[in-house]
Nanobody, 125 residues
């Protein structure tokens, strides 16, 4: 099992930016982290995929964040990052980091086994 700890959430005005980070207990090259991703859950809504990155650094993004969010891995620091730009109030949610040993790395919540506790993002109008 991989321990994941998110950080970087906060409150911003619409149009602003944030950078989320997720510290992993396993190295980036570990089989346990072949797939890593960011997911979010807004109040009263189901958890949804935001972006994932696989062991080959191939990325997948939800349509709602394409061109605004960027996912990346820092192999030296064992961290997963998410740069959030041009934020709008619809991006308000708890953001979760997740990891899995699967070679399949899409945006389906149930495909990833290990989860962090989340970091909250609030975007004000």
């Amino acid at each position: 099992q991989v321990q994941l700890v998110e950080s970087g959430g906060g409150s911003v005005q619409a149009g602003g930016s944030l950078r989320l980070s997720c510290a992993s207990s396993r190295p980036a090259y570990s089989p346990s982290t072949r797939c890593m991703g960011w997911f979010r859950q807004a109040p009263g809504k189901e958890r949804e995929g935001v972006a994932t990155i696989n062991y080959e650094h191939s990325t997948t993004y939800a349509d709602s964040v394409k061109g605004r969010f960027t996912i990346s891995k820092d192999n030296d620091k064992n961290t997963l990052n998410l740069q959030l730009n041009s934020l709008n109030p619809e991006d308000t949610a708890m953001y979760y980091c997740a990891a899995d040993r699967s070679f399949r790395c899409g945006l389906t919540v149930t495909d990833l086994a290990d989860w962090g506790q989340g970091t909250e993002v609030t975007v004000a109008t």
